[in-house]
């Protein structure tokens, strides 16, 4: 199987698996899953968030997803319980879709190390 074969099938077993636990059936999208990804690294579990902690969530998740590509480090967490990131290495420019499978395979990778789907 190819590797992209295999990426498309982890991701649709994930895609599965929220969309029962968290869309009432209905399958959610990157930003969505970007989002609980956020709050799950957060740690605060369901609070009411403001429109700025939300956009800090998904900034929060991009940096745990791509940590482990090299591009951030955990730094430290600040007094308010939020996690910190440096920037190791700038991310390429990357055209839409190479960003897209970029994420998603990161997105495969946590929810592994999670062992919500196997490896």
């Known amino acids: 199987m190819s590797r992209d074969q295999k990426l498309k099938e982890d991701y649709e077993q994930i895609l ?8 009432e ?8 899953i970007i989002y609980l990804i956020g709050v ?9 968030f403001k429109k700025d902690d939300k956009v800090n969530l998904m900034h929060i ?3 745990r997803l791509l940590e482990p590509f090299g591009y951030y ?11 910190h990131y440096k920037v190791l290495e700038e991310l390429p420019p990357l ?3 190479e960003q897209t499978v970029l ?11 999670q062992e919500l789907i196997p490896n």
């Open 16 to 23: 599965k698996i929220l969309a029962t636990k968290f869309g």
């Open 25 to 32: 059936g209905e399958q959610l999208n990157l930003d969505a």
């Open 40 to 48: 799950q690294e957060l740690g605060k579990g369901a609070v009411e």
């Open 61 to 63: 998740a991009i940096c």
């Open 73 to 83: 480090e955990f730094e430290f967490f600040d007094d308010d319980g939020w996690p």
């Open 95 to 97: 055209k839409s879709g």
């Open 103 to 113: 994420i998603k395979e990161a997105i495969v990778l946590y929810f592994k190390a």
